[in-house]
Nanobody, 116 residues
Framework: QVQLVESGGGLVQPGGSLRLSCAASGIMFRIYAMGWYRQAPGKQRELVAR???????EYVDSVKGRFTISRDNAKNTVYLQMNSLKPEDTAVYYC??????????WGQGTQVTVSS
């Protein structure tokens, strides 16, 4: 059974940091590009960071220089280090495959709220 479990979200002040984790099971994790997506209230889900199977990374312009995606294939886990957080980063964050013919079922996500 394919499962993605996100964790690490919370309430943080502007300028703060959080580290998100996503544990995957039931998939050959190491062969897939993985990504972190986010969905803010009233907006569509967007891909903000991706990492290929060999570790190459890409970011959407709004998070470049602030977010870092990484993966540990031995632990079937992908991470998102978020620094210099802004109120506009507030969203539910999800992980999933990127570019695959079939995505995994979406997890419950983890809420990130940036507010003073």
């Amino acid at each position: 059974q394919v499962q993605l479990v996100e964790s690490g979200g919370g309430l943080v002040q502007p300028g703060g940091s959080l580290r998100l984790s996503c544990a995957a099971s039931g998939i050959m994790f190491r062969i897939y590009a993985m990504g972190w997506y986010r969905q803010a209230p009233g907006k569509q889900r967007e891909l903000v960071a991706r990492i290929t199977s060999n570790g190459a990374t890409e970011y959407v312009d709004s998070v470049k220089g602030r977010f870092t995606i990484s993966r540990d294939n031995a632990k079937n886990t992908v991470y998102l280090q978020m620094n210099s957080l802004k109120p506009e980063d507030t969203a539910v964050y999800y992980c999933n495959k990127v570019g695959a013919a079939i995505q995994a079922p979406w997890g419950q996500g983890t809420q990130v709220t940036v507010s003073s």
